[in-house]
C-alpha cells in the first residue's frame, strides 16, 4: 500500500521568509496530492491539492510541486505571516482507492 | 449543505461504557471515512464505507464497531474501550470513486476514563 514520508517535521521561519516542506510517495500509481493544515484542536482543513497531470499549481502565497518520477511533491509558502503557523500535512491515496493516508505532519512557527 | 456534521463534539466515557459518535453529510458523497487522530500526529485511516458497504478495515480492534445504516449516515459503536483509546476521532466524506472534494467533520474528542 502507498506509504508517505514528510520532513521536516517543525520548521521555524522569521515573518517573511518562505517554508518548504516536502513528501515522497511509493505507490507509483497515485494520482491526487492534497495538502491539509490544521490549527490546533481544529479538524484538517484542504489548502492545496495537485492531480498527477500537472506539475505545478499556485494559489495566491501557496504552491505545490510535483515530480512523478521522483514520486515526490512539495508546499511552498511564501511571505509567511504568524497566521501561518499550524501543522501542515500531506496525504496521497490509500491502495489506489479513495481514503487518504496522511504524512507524519510538519509543525511550522512563523515568528514576527 | 457542504458539512459533515460529527455528535457529539466531546464525549467522556468509562471503560465499561457503550457509547456511538455520529457522522452526517447530505452532500450525496457515497464515501465515507473513520479517522482517529492522537494529539500531534496524523490522522490514522480506521475505517472506509463505499456505497454503505465496509471496503477497509485497518486492523481496528473488535471494540470499536462501525456501522452505515444509510448514505447519510456513519455511527462508530464504541464499547470497552482503553484509555489509550482517547483521541479526536475524524468522519470524512467524499463522492465515490475519487479522493478530490475530501470533507473532514469537526471530530469527537473522546476521553476515556
Known amino acids: 500500500g502507498e506509504n508517505v514520508e514528510q520532513h521536516p517535521s517543525t520548521l521555524s521561519v522569521q515573518e517573511g521568509d518562505s517554508a518548504v516542506i516536502k513528501c515522497t510517495y511509493s505507490d507509483s500509481a497515485s494520482n491526487y496530492f492534497p495538502w491539509y493544515k490544521q490549527e490546533l484542536g481544529k479538524r484538517p482543513q484542504l489548502i492545496i491539492d495537485i492531480r498527477s497531470n500537472v506539475g505545478e499549481k499556485k494559489d495566491q502565497r501557496i504552491a505545490v510541486t510535483l515530480n512523478k518520477t521522483a514520486k515526490h511533491f512539495s508546499l511552498h509558502i511564501t511571505e509567511t505571516q504568524p497566521e501561518d503557523s499550524a501543522v501542515y500535512f500531506c496525504?496521497?491515496?490509500?491502495?489506489?482507492?479513495?481514503?487518504?493516508?496522511f504524512g507524519k505532519g510538519t509543525t511550522l512557527s512563523v515568528s514576527s | 449543505d457542504t458539512e459533515v456534521t460529527q455528535t457529539p463534539k466531546h464525549l467522556v466515557m468509562g471503560m465499561t461504557n457503550k457509547k456511538s459518535l455520529k457522522c452526517e453529510q447530505h452532500m450525496g458523497h457515497r464515501a465515507m471515512y473513520w479517522y482517529k487522530q492522537k494529539a500531534k500526529k496524523p490522522p490514522e485511516l480506521m475505517f472506509v464505507y463505499s456505497y454503505e458497504k465496509l471496503s477497509i478495515n485497518e486492523s481496528v480492534p473488535s471494540r470499536f464497531s462501525p456501522e452505515c445504516p444509510n448514505s447519510s449516515l456513519l455511527n462508530l459503536h464504541l464499547h470497552a474501550l482503553q484509555p489509550e483509546d482517547s483521541a479526536l476521532y475524524l468522519c470524512?466524506?467524499?463522492?465515490?470513486?475519487?479522493?478530490?472534494?475530501?470533507?473532514f467533520g469537526s471530530g469527537t474528542r473522546l476521553t476515556v476514563v
Open positions: 470524512a466524506s467524499t463522492p465515490l470513486g475519487q479522493s478530490y472534494g475530501y470533507t
Open positions: 496525504a496521497a491515496p490509500y491502495q489506489a482507492g479513495t481514503a487518504l493516508i
